[in-house]
């Protein structure tokens, strides 16, 4: 159970290798990954951007999703070999600042309110922890897809998995 939660919403930390050039990896890289946009019509199956020899990565979904996993990564040159070290950030900060003060909110509440409501206000930090649950769930493997075609455009292979 408690390995079920970890996957759903502790960071990971993995490297990745290639022999191909940073420029050849930048360029891969911004064949594959599509800029966001307004409108949200995208033809690529990733969705991000690249800045410099840094880069975020979503997976193209066709809905709006805030649990949304984002793989954050740099690229680094090391003895003839590109590096590309990858965050995998399961929640957005702002949905963590929000559960947070949320929580905080109701705790306070809960003190401060009447003995009938002090079980109302024990709710609502319990359903918040559910719907963050389900939407987490419903992106659970989308890291592992952004992996796998990270690893097939650039012939890369995991040197090392935290």
Not at 124 to 132: D, G, Y
């Amino acid at each position: 159970m408690l390995k079920f939660f970890y996957k759903l919403f502790i960071n990971e930390k993995i490297t990745l290798s290639t022999d191909y050039t940073e420029e050849k990896t930048l360029e891969l890289l911004n064949s594959c990954i599509e800029k966001p946009n307004f409108l949200r019509i995208y033809d690529k199956k990733l969705i991000g951007n690249i800045d410099g020899k840094k880069f975020n990565i979503r997976k193209n979904v066709n809905l709006i999703n805030s649990f949304q996993t984002i793989i954050v990564g740099n690229i680094k040159n090391n003895e003839g070999k590109t590096i590309i070290e990858i965050k995998i950030k399961k929640l957005h900060p702002i949905i963590i600042i929000f559960s947070t003060f949320l929580l905080v909110f109701s705790i306070v509440l809960m003190f401060a309110a009447p003995l009938e409501m002090a079980i109302f206000t024990l709710l609502f930090p319990i359903f918040f922890i559910f719907i963050i649950t389900i939407g987490r769930i419903t992106s659970l493997d989308e890291h592992e897809f952004i992996l796998e075609e990270l690893k097939s455009i650039l012939l890369a292979e995991i040197t090392s998995y935290d």
